[in-house]
């Protein structure tokens, strides 16, 4: 399963506080330079999805993509050039440089 930082889950929680049942979506989808891109939304879980809790914050990953997320670290920038949410992904062999977009 994919970790998740206490930075990352105190965003996810303060974004999704209008409804405690919602929580950050995480998928892959087709796309980008390198192939493959995250997508991520303030969501309700989809059935197949598994679930993540840590310190009052959800976070839902895509059943078809968490073979690809598995090993992930998800944390959240407050950087000069890039605020948000940052994916590190070890089984990614190539990365865009806009940081989004990966080769698996």
């Keep these: ?44 879980a989809e059935p ?3 679930t993540l809790e840590k310190n009052g914050a959800r976070l839902f990953v895509a059943a078809d993509s968490a073979s690809l997320l598995s090993e992930c670290l998800l944390d959240y920038e ?11 992904n070890p089984k990614a062999k190539q990365t865009c440089g806009c940081g989004t977009s990966f080769e698996a």
Aim: charged residues 20%; glycine residues 10%; contains cysteine.
């Design 1 to 44: 399963m994919i970790q998740l930082t206490d930075r990352a889950a105190l965003h996810i929680k303060a974004l999704s506080a209008s409804d405690s049942t919602q929580g950050l979506r995480l998928f892959i989808e087709k796309g980008g330079c390198a192939g493959s891109s995250y997508g991520m939304r303030i969501a309700h």
């Design 48 to 50: 197949s999805d598994e």
């Design 78 to 88: 407050e950087e000069l050039t890039h605020t948000g949410f940052k994916i590190v």
